[in-house]
């Protein structure tokens, strides 16, 4: 197999990918616990009582951050604490969600934290485009415009929404905090009509981009199917106690699902180190690998792995008695 230009570092020490990945994907998934539980309620997706983990993973398969948060919590309520949160050498700019990741508080916030917010959204023809100005018209889509943005909102309560990032960027509000605020009560809230100006533009940006950019498309999907892989790795992973959290204090629970991140990535290390020196060792002359060829592996292959040890049945030994006087042996 002839390596694609087996002397580049993106390949072989693969530290050169690792460090420069740009996009993260997040999502969460259900983690059995015990009923009586404060976190512990009926998942309507999944139909089991449990919380949820919620996971942030690069999209060079690594997990970055998690949460383990209730059931019924909107998932995008907790997307920006998990980067701005992960302090490891990698620092994704832009982040991928599903449904439950994106709403119209996440577009703005993000948008201000320099971070670009490209989530896969189900139904996404039933959401309202805004239009700059009432005058404008497009020849082909004009249709797919039903309301206008207020630029003298966003100009006015420009000065607020930047005090707000700068009290999360100096770790004085999180950003679960604001969301949770400006997703509920807030709705009378004029910083709340500030940033509700804002994350139209940002989400109807973004919705023409998604309908009109077929790679886009296919990037998004390829970096959630990442981790929607990264669950199914990680519950296999799980398998003690019959994979429930056997504890009711919250900060421990999160403490299970840290430490089974922590496992998942210290194997997903080890893959990439057996499948690079596979590679390397291949024949160049009897085998091609490209760039291509190398998109389709992944980390979490878990066919090779023992959980349980390795248990070797010697037939061949006949165990020795400690002594030749049955009596010592089995006394009365």
Known sequence: MKLYDRTNTQFHPFTHTILHSQNSAADGTVFNTYLNNLMAERH????EYGGVAYHHVSD????????????????AVYIIDGLLENTSDIQPDTLHADTQGQSLPVFGLVHLLGIDLMPRIRNWKDMTLFRPDKNVTYEHIDSLFTATINWKRIE??????????????AGKLRPSMILRKLGNYSRKNQLYKDFRELRRVIRTVFLLRYTSDKDLRRSITATTNKIESFHSFIAWLFFGGQGVINENDPVEMEKRIKYNDLVANTLILLNMVDMTRIIIELDPDEFIITPTTLATLSPYGTEHIQRFGEFILDLDTIPQLPSSDPIAVYPD
């Open 44 to 47: 309507i997706r999944y139909g």
């Open 156 to 169: 006015s309560g420009y000065r607020n929404m930047l005090q707000v990032v700068l009290s999360i960027r």
């Open 60 to 75: 060079n398969y690594i997990a970055l951050f998690s949460h383990f948060i209730s059931v019924g919590i909107w998932e």
